[in-house]
């Protein structure tokens, strides 16, 4: 029988939440080769391979222990303040990089998006798996770093993997809301970047941001990236702030504002995103 030259192909995504779960855990095979494939891709053809995942953090601390250090004098006095922050680098190298990959996911695998069904939420979340990876060799790095400046406080150490999750959901919600965005407006691709620069000096990772007054901090909590850093602190350094536990809840507050709703805008460009690419 030949097909008529008129004849559409339909990709119909799961209706129900429940289904849509069940497809994910039946492709994760396809989830585990587009994570891999990124992940050898990144450092193919380096010198240096995954040590880059340890000089980066490292060159962007000097460039911040230099402004926020010696410029602007921000630096805590009692903490060593590369140290400091190098522990707030590790989470916003993850959140960023995850954001400038994730809203081009779409976009860049096109192609296979017309062609064949699979859940669409694996592209971005694959994304993520490759600054994962930079992220746990900066912590082992981070780790060594603490040891051998008789920092390690290992009570503190043990709520590290808690706050490694919700910056890990963090990504995931905003890497949601923005490759389905890229996909509706091509422009958004070229704003993350420039978001993402001014977001390093917004968040607290050259200073505190109990620097602030009391009544602007929970304006600046609304910032979900400045609990998780200062979480990352209280774990690796011990930093801790009358008004640390409200200010993380907000932030795990919009954190989780941000998952949901991206994860339901994400869910219905999914059914148009074949047409829109």
Known sequence: MVDSPHSQIIIDPCS???DYLKEIVRYRELFYFLAWRDIVVRYKQTLLGIVWAVIRPLLTMAVFALV?????HLAPEEVNYPIFVFSALLPWLLFAGSLIDTSGSLVSHSD???????????????EIMVHLVDFSIGLIFLLFLLFFNGLLNLSTLLA??????L???????SGLWLSAASALYRDIRFIVPFLVQFGAFLSPVG???F???ENSQWIYFLNPMAGMIEGFRWCCLGIYHPHL???????CLMNAALLLTGFRFFRKTERVCADLL
Do not use: D, H
Not at 112 to 126: Q, V
Not at 245 to 251: E, T
């Open 16 to 18: 129900t939440q429940k």
């Open 68 to 72: 926020f250090g010696k410029i602007a």
């Open 112 to 126: 296979m998006i017309s062609k064949i069904y699979f859940p669409r939420i694996i592209l971005p979340i694959s």
């Open 160 to 165: 590290l993997p808690l706050f490694t999750a």
């Open 167 to 173: 910056t890990l959901l963090l990504c995931v919600g």
């Open 207 to 209: 200073y505190s941001s």
């Open 211 to 213: 620097l602030l007054s």
């Open 245 to 251: 536990v409200w200010g993380i809840a907000l932030s």
